[in-house]
């Protein structure tokens, strides 16, 4: 009963805290970050808390990014793997969500600015270098959640210091997935090129 009185009054003290805030327009991960520094005394828990609102907030950020790719991508491959990700990231996000309330950790509710504008502008890119470009971006968002699991891996808190170390086994495999596409996609660009040019070659001595 105590642990579900405290998450509802971080809730409430976060939402009160971005309703109040004169910055209307602040990334919903600084107001988390904030709220977490006002209410959490204790400094390791504090670093664990900044670490966990981190990993919250790349999830939201990879979750669109995938979403963006399983719609946008023409590479059957990306799609698939893109799919496989919104599922991940789904629930990874609903897990830590849970696990950050039973700790009175707030946490961001949805993806940072930064994030956001990455999607935005992936999603003007041309078709024809966007699968190789969300890729890239896919695999620096894990490579990074990767990074902060391995700290909160570290945590005084056994509770999410079990939670970081089971789920860095699962972003590595993502990651690693998600080299191996990069390397097909621009595989397959490049023999697409390459059989571009040959074509135009072609062309070239007909008209000849």
């Known amino acids: 009963m105590k642990t579900v009185i405290n998450s509802f009054l971080v809730g409430a003290l976060f939402f009160a805290f971005a309703c109040n805030n004169p910055r209307q327009q602040e990334d919903s991960k600084d107001i988390a970050e904030e ?49 496989e990700l919104v599922k991940e990231h789904n629930k990874m996000i609903q897990d830590l969500t849970a696990l950050a309330a039973t700790k009175g950790i707030s946490i961001p509710m949805e993806p940072s600015q930064e994030g956001m504008d990455k999607v935005n502008k992936l999603r003007e890119e041309d078709a024809e270098n966007f699968d190789e470009k969300i890729v890239s971006e896919l695999e620096s968002a894990h490579r990074e959640t990767v990074d902060k699991l391995e700290k909160l891996a570290d945590a005084e808190d056994p509770d999410l210091q079990t939670w970081a170390s089971n789920n860095i086994s699962k972003v590595q495999a993502h990651l690693d997935v998600l080299k191996e596409t990069e390397d097909d996609v621009t595989k397959n660009d490049r023999a697409r090129e390459n059989s571009d040019n040959n074509n135009m070659g072609v062309e070239d001595e007909v008209s000849n």
Not at 43 to 66: G, T
């Open 35 to 83: 709220t977490n520094e006002e209410l959490i005394e204790d400094n390791e828990m504090e670093k664990s808390a900044d670490l966990v609102v981190d990993l919250v907030s790349l999830n939201h950020d990879e979750l669109e990014l995938a979403e963006l790719a399983a719609e946008k991508a023409t590479s059957p491959e990306v799609k698939n793997v893109a799919s």
